[in-house]
Structure formats: structure tokens, C-alpha cells
């Protein structure tokens, strides 16, 4: 029993226009039917199937103040792309309509590049080569080759780390990388959750935060995932049902709310 990766990454907008237009717009991803959730309309952005590992999804509350990542919240969004080149591409097509984007060389000698969104939530590409499932955002405007490809994982901050190795190794079926990386893998897609240093200043929700992490389980497992995040004495929703997905809702002990969806 395994998860498969990440199913989609739920944020908060204050602006669905201006949203819509970064997305669809300047990133080429396609703009799927909105959802209706628990907190509102939903407005979803993935590849042209709404693939799981493609699907970025935005609560709106418009008028939103801007959010404020810290301890506890999922702060940055990895996405996918093909190749070195298609990075400088997309430095290129960032920087050109004012969004700083920037090369970042983290110690494992990845090359990503970093930029924040009209709200200041944070992305980097980084580059992948070959994969068996390509999940492409096909776009008017972009060639297949230099379209983002679904999430390669997320960063989130956490002041203590090891509790949540624990349950991420421990009971989730995550491989620890090493003290603060990890990753999930299913035969279908791979995704990684990496563990930083909070900032000094608290997390405020809001524009341009995320709300929720979900990773994409199978429907005949969501009981005995239940019953694993029950025994470690976390806090875990009842499985709901909201149209195809069913899902469980808690918090890894850092504070970051998960969901695993089927």
C-alpha cells in the first residue's frame, strides 16, 4: 500500500482574475471546470485532463488580504520541466513581463529556477528529463516541450523536524533522502516534501498561502490510512466524499494539513 505522489496542491487567491491570468495565461497551464468546497468556489488549473500530480487548485475569497508563510505551512511549489534549456526559456518569458525569476543552486547540484506569483506564493522548476507519465499543460502558446509537466513536490516550513520524519518514513511509506527531504513514489509519479528553517515571523493564512497538501491514495485504502493516522494519535476527518474524490483530512506535526485522496 503505497501513495502515488501528490494528487493536487489547494492555495488561496484574493483575485480569481488576476490568478487566472498568471496560470492559464503566463504559465500555460489549462483552466479546469471550478469545484465547489467546503470553503467556497474552487478555481483549478492542471494539465487539459486535470490529471492527478497536475492540478493546482485556489479557494476564492475575494478581497483576500496577502498571507504570510511560516512554521507549519506548505511555502513553495516544485513543478516539472524537461530540460536546462526549457529552464532558461522560462527565465526568459518570466522576466520579460516583470516576474523575477531566478537560478537557484541548492548543495545536491540541482539548477531550479524561482519565482513567486501575483500573491507571493513561491515556485521553482526544476528540471527532470525522461518520464513515464508527462503529465504536459498543453497551451496555445507553448510548445509541449517547454510546458510544465505536474509537480515535482513541495516545501514546507517545520521548526522540529524529526516528529514529522517519524511519521512521514515511519507510517506514510515516505523515503527519507535525508534528515529533511523526502519522497513518495507509486508506479505512476514520484514527488518529494522537503522539510525548511521557518522564518521568524508567524504564518498568517490568506492571499496567496496554501491551505492543503493532497497525496493521491487508492479508494480501497482510505480506511486503513485512517486507521494508521488514528494510531498515532492524530486528528483525522471522517472519509468524505466531494464529486469523484474521497478523502481524509489531518495535520503532520509540523501543522501542514494533508489530505489523502482517492
Not at 6 to 35: M, N, Q, W
Not at 87 to 108: C, I, K, M, Q, T
Not at 150 to 162: L, M, N, S
Request: positive net charge; aromatic residues 8%; proline residues 6%.
Amino acid at each position: 500500500m503505497r501513495l502515488h505522489g501528490i494528487h493536487h496542491v489547494t492555495a488561496i487567491t484574493g483575485d480569481p482574475d488576476r490568478c487566472a491570468e498568471f496560470y492559464s495565461g503566463l504559465l500555460g497551464l489549462a483552466r479546469l471546470p471550478d469545484a465547489q468546497g467546503a470553503s467556497g468556489r474552487v478555481i483549478r488549473f492542471g494539465d487539459e485532463l486535470g490529471r492527478p500530480g497536475s492540478t493546482l487548485c485556489f479557494i476564492e475569497r475575494p478581497g483576500e488580504r496577502i498571507g504570510r508563510a511560516g512554521a507549519g505551512m506548505v511555502h513553495r511549489i516544485r513543478w516539472r520541466v524537461a530540460d536546462l534549456e526549457v529552464l532558461e526559456f522560462w527565465s526568459r518569458r518570466l522576466n520579460a513581463v516583470g516576474v523575477e525569476a531566478r537560478y537557484e543552486d541548492p548543495s545536491h547540484g540541482e539548477t531550479l529556477l524561482r519565482f513567486a506569483d501575483v500573491e507571493g506564493l513561491e515556485h521553482e522548476l526544476v528540471p527532470v528529463g525522461p518520464e513515464r507519465v508527462a503529465l504536459v499543460a498543453r497551451s496555445a502558446d507553448l510548445s509541449p516541450h517547454r510546458a510544465l509537466r505536474g509537480f515535482d513536490g513541495v516545501h514546507a516550513y517545520c521548526r522540529e523536524p524529526v516528529p514529522t520524519a517519524d511519521i512521514l518514513a515511519g507510517r506514510l511509506g515516505f523515503d527519507a533522502l535525508d534528515e529533511t527531504a523526502f519522497a513518495v513514489a507509486g508506479p505512476r509519479r514520484r514527488a518529494h516534501y522537503v522539510l525548511d528553517r521557518p522564518p521568524r515571523l508567524r504564518g498568517v493564512a490568506g492571499a496567496g498561502s496554501v491551505d492543503h497538501v493532497a497525496w493521491w491514495g487508492r479508494r480501497r485504502h482510505q480506511s486503513v490510512w485512517r486507521q494508521r493516522v488514528i494510531g498515532l494519535g492524530i486528528h483525522v476527518t471522517p472519509v468524505t466524499k466531494r464529486g469523484p474524490l474521497e478523502s481524509i483530512f489531518f495535520r503532520e506535526p509540523s501543522g501542514v494539513l494533508f489530505e489523502i485522496a482517492a
